[in-house]
């Protein structure tokens, strides 16, 4: 039988000022005692483990890829709604895919309230010294997420949004929802400790998406009852797995919002025709190109989210009005570049991406979309779709659309560029990353790099100019080979 609890505001009160249960035989009092104290309103852990890059699976049917953890140190403020996760990290290769040289990889992860953003040391060769502060309004979700999952989160957010309890096999189960929409089911052990938290979050791709937490090998650091194994699950495989080395109770925790995180930058689409009817649309971190047909739009890629898409289809209304997008080609599977795709479902393009794509989308995307519902969702449109390997040719009768898939590439198993040969032009994602002009291409070759070269000379394409869709500029293909050592035009 469930239970109701208005009174825990002063039930909090009583425990800050008693430290220990107000209802002695009160399961969820006693969690958030064994959590550590009542009185704590902020705690840093450090760890060491596995962290997993979420969204980037090299196949659909893979996890995501796994990095060892080297130091893995979370301060969270309560008080605030604040945190600070500071990262180091290596990627770790899988067998049979040859990937970069992994490097130690530090960054810093911030929320406050509702504002998120990035932490990252200078570029090589920057201008500046300084740190670099990134914006990640789409990571603010995940990050208040991570804040109230935690023992004394979850406790401290059960009260505040009067949670109900009800006993199950084992336990306790504590269900509170924040802001109307964010639900959370936490589990108590027989020991009054949380064992499992489950909450939901929103993703372009994935829509309303299980984020599981759980909690293990409870042990006393310096009189703070802490886990001392945490794992979490997003989108069905993990996305951390750490064995929590220490445990400090309230540090100072002060996250001031830097300015260039205080406003999350305007969705701008710049517009560079490249050749005739070709358009690279720019003006983020991610890329488009668009090319004009006889009565139609061929958009190559829809990246990141919803919010991205619209900002194209409303740039595309002005440069070619009157034109719809038939068909939208999507070079991946990876998050950042399929994020937008619904967007383009909804407005009628056929999707046109390598197998087994398809087959992945409309199975994920028949997930609900009720945390943040995108037009798809109100829709409900059925998707189109043109899945091809090898060569796939889109064709008004004037101009040519090659599709080729990059065989061998260990970025992704189902992996695309896009080829016109009358413009000599290629689009690509991903598999090469041009940097600016004054850069010293790198001491060791991108392995992506490699196989993109060698797919170029294997499939006999005349490439002269190179579109990647990250990147400051358009590449040629003497940059290319600089890029991975070749110091020949020899093809």
């Given amino acids: 039988m469930s239970k109701s609890f208005p009174a ?23 969690a958030g005692k064994d959590a550590g104290h009542a009185d704590i309103q902020s705690v840093e852990f450090s760890g060491k483990g596995r962290w997993y890059q979420f969204g980037q699976a090299p196949n659909p049917g893979l996890p995501w890829p796994p990095f060892e953890v080297k130091n893995y140190t979370a301060d969270i403020d309560y008080a605030n709604a604040g945190a600070r996760v500071q990262i180091s990290r290596r990627q770790i290769i899988e067998p049979g895919r040859n990937r970069p040289a992994p490097t130690l990889q530090k960054i ?8 998120a953003w990035n932490v990252a040391p200078p570029a090589a060769n920057a201008p500046s010294p300084s740190p670099v502060v990134t914006a990640q309004p789409g990571a603010a979700e995940e990050r208040a997420a991570e804040i109230w999952a935690t023992p004394r989160g979850f406790v401290k957010a059960a009260i505040q949004h009067h949670a109900e309890q009800k006993d199950v096999d084992g336990g306790t189960e504590v269900t509170f929802t924040i802001g109307g929409k964010y639900r959370y089911v936490g589990f108590l052990n027989g020991k009054h400790q949380l064992e499992k ?136 599977a990876h998050f950042d570049h399929a994020g937008g795709l619904r967007t383009f479902v909804d407005a009628g393009a056929t999707i046109v991406t390598p197998e087994p794509n398809p087959a992945y989308y409309e199975a994920v995307w028949t997930a609900p979309h009720t945390i943040r519902p995108d037009r798809l969702a109100e829709s409900k449109k059925p998707p189109r779709f043109e899945s091809f390997t090898g060569k796939h040719v889109l064709s ?40 600016a002009a004054n850069i010293p291409p790198p001491a060791s070759p991108n392995p992506y790099s490699v196989n993109l070269f060698d797919n170029i000379r294997k499939l006999k394409l005349n490439v002269e100019k190179i579109a990647a869709l990250h990147g400051p500029r358009v590449a040629t293909l003497d940059d290319l080979r600089a890029a991975i050592g070749l110091q020949t035009s020899a093809r």
């Fill in 108 to 115: 810093e992860q911030f929320i406050s309230g509702n504002t």
């Fill in 197 to 332: 938290v489950q909450t939901w979050i929103d993703n372009p791709v994935l829509g309303d998406t299980l984020v599981e937490t759980r909690y293990s090998d409870y042990k006393d650091f310096g009189g703070i009852r802490f886990p001392g194994h945490i794992s979490r699950n997003q989108g069905g495989y993990p996305v951390l797995d750490i064995d929590v080395t220490e445990v400090k109770a309230n540090p100072a925790v002060n996250i001031g919002i830097p300015p260039e995180a205080a406003k999350a930058p305007a969705v701008k689409v710049a517009v560079n025709e490249l050749a005739e009817g070709v358009y690279y649309l720019t003006g983020g971190t991610h890329h488009s190109v668009a090319i004009d047909q006889k009565d139609h739009i061929v958009l190559v890629e829809a990246p990141q989210n919803e919010e991205r898409s619209l900002a194209l289809i409303a740039k595309l209304k002005e440069v070619l009005p009157n034109k719809p997008v038939k068909y939208l080609i999507n070079t991946h």
């Fill in 396 to 435: 008004d009768g004037k101009r040519v659309i090659e599709i080729h898939t990059l065989a061998g590439n260990s970025h992704n198993d189902a992996f695309a560029a896009v080829y016109l040969p009358k413009e000599k032009l290629l689009i690509e994602a991903d598999a090469y990353t041009p940097t």
């Fill in 8 to 30: 825990f505001a002063a039930l909090a009160a009583t425990l800050a000022a008693a430290g220990c249960s107000a209802q002695k035989n009160h399961p969820f009092d006693l």
